[in-house]
């Protein structure tokens, strides 16, 4: 998987994956253009369609409709540093009996994103050079900065 995200200017960024592409921003009342979805919404919405896609594909292998299938994602905010301390996925298919609800419940536990947050990967930020300082590094031959 690889996403490129491009800064736009303000508090807009363009995210291409695969030839598609989204935008985000940040609200008016945040000195952005609300043009998209602000990265933490984003992030739920992400979390919220992996765990609507593994229950459609619950319902949809049984045969059972999938017309209603809605997921809600919630979050709090908090904590230092900042982040999301708790998320709640609420996920709404209409007139199913237990077994089915047991069902959907042990299809969405198998979502990769919600895996993913209960077994962290590895994260590594680096920040690599602009093509001025390699430039001048293949230059004078030593690293600037």
């Not at 299809?107 to 390699?134: Q, R």
């Amino acid at each position: 998987m690889d996403i490129a995200l491009r800064y736009q200017g303000g508090k807009r960024f363009e995210a291409t994956a695969r030839g598609h592409s989204l935008i985000s921003d940040q609200p008016f009342d945040d000195d952005g253009t609300d043009a998209g979805m602000t990265p933490p919404e984003l992030f739920l919405g992400s979390l919220a369609a992996c765990a609507g896609y593994y229950a459609a594909e619950y319902l949809n292998a049984r045969g059972l409709p999938s017309e209603d299938l809605t997921i809600r994602a919630t979050a709090l905010k908090g904590g230092k540093p900042a982040r999301i301390e708790s998320i709640s996925l609420d996920v709404s298919a209409l007139g199913r009996n237990k077994r089915h609800r047991d069902g959907i419940l042990r299809a969405v536990d198998a979502c990769l994103l919600k895996n993913t947050l209960h077994f962290p990967p590895k994260l590594d930020v680096h920040v690599a050079p602009s093509l001025v300082e390699t430039q001048i590094e293949s230059e004078i031959g030593v690293p600037v900065g």
